[in-house]
């Protein structure tokens, strides 16, 4: 196919679409159930009042009114197909129906099909991205919405707009990126503030969870500070299970010690009590250890080995469909299944460096501007989350479409003569 984007027909573009959230819905169809974790609840539709982000469980909710747990994956599946036909356009892709396998070595269609904000990450660059290129506010204003999905969003908005800052220069970049952290801003407090403005977050327990999951020691440090027994049954639990073939690379043991602890280990209480105080013992007693570890966690990302959270036993309860689910059946467990991940990943690896060694040449000084914003955009995601929560490979497949994207830049970029950032390929 020799069309490019700017040829795209009324139909062409809709069956492109289609197509696109065809694909993304496919994994929770073939589950019988969208794809679920414990954190799902927050971004049902239901679970405004739960310890996260509150921009999905609102956004969603009149959906979820109608369609339950599928609210979010259809949401999340149009969102993910506009990102990408506006990256098709804005760039003017050429034989743009191959970015359909791309995105499927990106994992894309898992986390599409998941009751996660996950999938949000790729849409919110695109749109910021293209809201530059085109001078767009309404594109600006979604990539904020997007962002405020979760509490990374502002953080990575942040770098992203450092970057575009310093390659194509401030005036250039103009008001989009801060109308988009804006907009992530105002979203978020508005919505903190008018729902459930009482609850914690959970920003020190997943710092606090990656640390002492590695180090039960610290657990027993703070049990002796606060004379807490339950910390120090804690780290005796996570001693034995940490061991265990199953758990090997594991940093959120605290859905465990939920488990085993129901009435004792309360995550409101250790936000609010020992998060912070396990963080500075690691920091101040042993910071060569925590930032080796934190080290080999970052390059864990890019490593043969992959870990999924979608579990087949859930602490909270979920709709009967799932019951009888792949996942509940635990699909995703199983070594077969993993290596079937992995394999999709080192292709996307692998045809991004045959990407690059072949079309670096042939785009323009824009595009590759453009790339190499995605490139560290997709490093500081990877280094923020090898910080504060290490493994699962979630964080880091989040950003395996945004290398997709970089693949069909390089790949599928139509000519070399296009200097105008502005361009939007209309």
């Known amino acids: 196919m020799n069309a490019t984007s700017r040829g795209m027909s009324a139909g062409a573009t809709a069956l492109m679409f289609l197509s696109l959230v065809a694909l993304f819905l496919m994994p929770a169809w073939l589950n019988g ?20 982000a509150k921009t999905a469980a609102v956004l969603v909710a009149p959906l979820y009114g109608l369609i339950g747990y599928w609210a979010l994956p259809v949401f999340n599946a ?12 804005s760039f003017d892709l050429r034989a743009y129906w191959l970015v359909l396998p791309l995105a499927v070595l990106a994992l894309q269609p898992l986390y599409t099909s998941a009751v996660l904000v996950d999938a949000w990450f790729f849409a919110a ?59 992530a801003i105002v979203v978020s407090s508005f919505l903190n503030a008018k729902y459930y403005p009482d609850t914690p977050s959970l920003s020190r327990t997943f710092l606090a969870a990656r640390l002492f999951s590695a180090k039960p020691e610290l657990l027993r440090v703070e ?23 199953e758990n090997a690379g594991r940093r959120d043991f605290f859905w465990d010690l939920m488990r085993a602890f129901p009435d ?29 570890l934190m080290l080999q966690d970052f390059f864990s990302f890019y490593g043969t080995g992959t870990r999924l959270d979608f579990a087949s036993q859930l602490n909270e309860p979920m709709p009967q469909p799932f019951s009888t689910s792949w996942q509940a059946k635990g699909v995703w467990e199983t070594d077969s299944h993993l290596a079937l991940v992995t394999g999709l990943r080192m292709l996307l690896y692998a045809c991004l460096a045959v990407a690059l060694i072949t079309g670096w040449q042939r785009i323009d000084r824009d595009t590759r501007l453009w790339l190499a914003v995605l490139f560290l955009v997709s490093l500081a995601n990877d280094g923020l989350f ?12 989040r950003i395996l ?21 502005s361009s939007t390929g209309k």
């Open 401 to 421: 479409p945004l290398l997709a994207g970089a693949a069909a830049l390089l790949l599928l970029s139509n000519r070399r003569d296009h200097t105008d950032m």
């Open 223 to 245: 049990c002796e500070r606060t004379s807490d027994t339950v910390l120090c049954e804690a780290a005796d639990l996570i001693e034995t299970i940490r061991h265990q073939p």
């Open 33 to 52: 159930f969208p794809w679920v974790m414990d954190d799902s609840i927050a971004y049902s539709g239901q679970g405004v009042n739960w310890m996260r």
């Open 264 to 292: 004792r280990f309360e995550l409101a209480a250790f936000e609010r009590d020992h998060a912070w105080p396990i963080i500075r013992t690691a920091i101040t007693t042993m910071p060569l250890e925590t930032a080796t």
């Open 125 to 183: 660059v695109v749109f910021l991205i293209v809201s530059i290129r085109s001078k767009s506010p309404f594109l600006a204003l979604s990539a904020g919405i997007l962002f405020s999905g979760h509490a990374s969003g502002l953080m990575l908005a942040g770098v992203l707009t450092v970057l575009v800052a310093l390659f194509f220069g401030i005036r250039k970049a103009g008001v989009m990126p801060v109308l988009a952290i804006g907009t």
């Open 386 to 397: 090898a910080v504060v929560s290490g493994p699962p490979d979630r964080y880091h497949h």
């Open 78 to 89: 149009v969102v993910n197909a506009a990102a990408w036909l506006l990256l098709i356009r």
